[in-house]
């Protein structure tokens, strides 16, 4: 299996070539990230990790956990044109209209990938989503240990949406990505 696994929805579209160019600067940390492999990065670490990569491709990246170093995108604006209502995001790519959202623990045991959908759509000029998701992550629990499976979960999740018709997310493409 290739590092990383990823999809492109709408599945009848090419993808864009950015997707590719995304891709394949991540997959240069299969080392450090990839699940399938036994790590069990946080998603400030995943983050953290492919963050000069992403940086490098224009990509504007959270810095931080301060206030300082998060990066809002506007939903909603008030008074004077100033926004009044706004979403922290991992990354975004203004140019291009990306945002990006790395999900590990949380996203695999508690469908943030469903926060991270309906948020991202509401996002002012967010023409396209990009979700990053473990492909196994390996948890312990009172009950024992378990294996959550959160990329192919998030896969069927989109294509039962793409096939179905009855939800439209209004972005041109969301690129999934399993590490």
């Known amino acids: ?8 929805f709408p599945t009848n579209e090419q993808p864009p070539e950015w997707a590719y160019q995304l891709v394949s600067a991540i ?10 492999a036994g790590n069990r990065p946080s998603s400030n670490e995943v983050l953290a990790t492919i963050a000069p ?3 490098s491709l224009g990509y504007t990246v959270e810095a931080g956990r301060s206030r300082v170093g998060k990066v809002r995108r506007p ?14 995001v991992d990354a975004a790519h203004d140019e291009i209209g990306i945002v990006v959202e790395v999900e590990a623990g949380r996203g695999a045991r508690s469908n943030a990938d469903y926060r991270d959908l309906v948020r991202s759509s509401l996002i002012v000029d967010a023409r396209f989503l990009v979700l990053l998701l473990p492909v196994e992550y390996r948890f312990k629990s009172g009950l024992g240990t378990g294996v959550e499976y959160a990329y192919r979960n998030t896969t069927d999740l989109l294509t039962a949406v793409y096939a179905s018709n009855r939800l439209r997310f209004p972005f041109d493409g969301i690129v999934l990505v399993g590490y």
Do not use: K, Q
Not at 2 to 8: A, C, I, L, N, V
């Open 27 to 36: 997959s240069g940390y299969a080392d450090d990230i990839s699940t399938l």
């Open 75 to 88: 939903v909603l604006f008030g008074e004077n044109g100033v926004p009044a209502l706004t979403y922290e």
């Open 1 to 8: 299996m290739s590092f990383p696994s990823w999809r492109y």
């Open 53 to 55: 990569a992403l940086t």
